[in-house]
């Protein structure tokens, strides 16, 4: 009943809208990647996993895991949402407080079963549980990093502003998004076929302690796919990273 009920969200959502993601579960994109930091040339092929589709409320929901792509957060890939709501506009979140939580826990519980493997104390699940809660006095989680995307957005649209943090005692992380707009609808051609996509500019910083970094950011996505290609450069224009989707 639960499968039939989603594949009729699915399709409604379809039809009502057109969300810039796949909501085909297991579904696998491959993307051609090429890294220009630290004076190097590394070429890879990046794989993106679709990894859960759900409903949240009246809320469809994707989470997708880029694999072998570890996480600014937490151990293990990056994890992105993306969401679907009434409004039509696709919602991509790279980092936001209740995901976040949740993983944190993961994290944390995953701890004592490594403990337990290697000889270690073994708890009951209500003392891992109250472990839990007293760590979490300590941890802060707050805000989300994250896009909309308007399938009916116009050149000069401007992007909301977004911002994460994350502290572990002494230990923070903050991100954010500005200076978005949208650059209008094109097609682009790649080896995995052409698409029409929406076309947008911001800028990504990060501060990781007392580490900083910007970068300025030119994606487009395309409708029922998802990210095509990306272009990071600094302030300059120099080309830092780009990735081209190969294969789908």
Not at 57 to 80: A, C, H, P, W, Y
Not at 90 to 109: C, Q
Not at 226 to 238: A, C, F, I, N
Request: glycine share 8%; hydrophobic share 35%.
């Amino acid at each position: 009943m639960r499968k039939w009920l989603l594949g009729f969200f699915l399709l409604f959502a379809g039809l009502a809208h057109a969300q810039f993601f796949s909501t085909q579960k297991g579904t696998k994109l491959y993307y051609k990647s090429e890294d220009y930091n630290d004076g190097k040339h590394q070429v890879t092929t990046d794989t993106v996993l679709i990894k859960e589709v759900y409903t949240r409320g009246d809320t469809l929901m994707v989470k997708q895991e880029n694999l072998g792509r570890e996480s600014e957060l937490l151990e293990g890939n990056e994890i992105f949402t993306f969401s679907l709501a009434k409004d039509g506009i696709t919602h991509l979140s790279f980092m936001n407080a209740r995901d976040g939580v949740g993983l944190i826990k993961e994290n944390f519980m995953k701890g004592f079963q490594d403990m337990e493997l290697t000889g270690g104390l073994k708890k009951t699940p209500d003392e891992r549980e109250a472990d839990f809660r007293e760590y979490q006095k300590h941890v802060s989680c707050e805000g989300d990093v994250s896009l909309s995307l308007n399938p009916k957005a116009q050149k000069g649209d401007k992007l909301p502003e977004t911002k994460f943090q994350y502290k572990l005692g002494p230990v923070s992380m903050r991100a954010a998004i500005d200076k978005g707009l949208v650059e209008g609808f094109e097609s682009v051609t790649t080896p995995a076929g052409t698409f029409r996509c929406l076309k947008i500019t911001y800028r990504m910083q990060y501060k990781i302690m007392f580490f900083s970094e910007k970068v300025y950011v030119t994606e487009w996505y395309a409708e029922n796919i998802g990210l095509v290609k990306r272009v990071e450069t600094d302030k300059k224009g120099k080309v830092l990273f780009n990735s081209t989707l190969i294969r789908k």
